[in-house]
């Protein structure tokens, strides 16, 4: 992924029969996404003017100026949406977009190496940083907070991390 694209939403498919789209945001404030159309896919090769109609349960029913017909509309089912990095607002020190955390070597407060961030998710309650452990096939899932990481260095690409006792024990 280009470091100057994130990734703000996604579409979840057809809304109706008249070519509208349910569409997740993944915006701190959601119905910012609007703010940021046109959106692109991750290759750039297509991009959509949309516009949001109305709220809708996890999302929005959102009208695309591209897509006419629900045959178009369900063929966009799973598209992620992408915006150009200074379409975005500039965050706080202590805020980051997710695909900057991604690749970020994590070590402890000792200095030992705990793994590389592998990706970052959030089911609900908080962010998660999955760190995948060198020479394991498993992954650990490191609660992004203030106690457990307690340092972000974006400029030497590193987190420096106070996980829960025992959380890397293998």
Do not use: W
């Not at 509208?20 to 003017?49: H, M, W």
């Not at 020190?93 to 200095?111: A, I, K, N, P, S």
């Amino acid at each position: 992924m280009s470091d100057d694209l994130i990734c703000v939403g996604a579409i979840g498919g057809s809304y109706g029969v008249q070519g509208e789209v349910r569409l997740k945001s993944f915006c701190a404030n959601p119905d910012d996404i609007e703010t940021y159309s046109p959106l692109t896919t991750e290759d750039g090769q297509r991009a959509f003017s949309l516009a949001i109609v109305r709220p809708m349960k996890n999302g929005f029913v959102v009208r695309i100026a591209e897509v006419a017909t629900k045959e178009e509309a369900d063929a966009l089912k799973g598209t992620q949406l992408f915006a150009r990095r200074e379409q975005l607002p500039h965050l706080p020190d202590d805020e980051f977009y997710y695909t900057d955390l991604v690749g970020l070597d994590v070590f402890d407060t000792g200095g030992t190496s705990l793994g590389r961030v592998k990706t970052v998710q959030n089911h609900g309650a908080s962010d998660l940083l999955e760190v995948h452990v060198p020479g394991a096939t498993t992954t650990v899932l490191l609660p992004f907070t203030k106690s457990a990481v307690p340092t972000v260095d974006m400029a030497a690409r590193r987190i420096i991390a106070d996980p829960p006792e025992g959380l890397f024990d293998t």
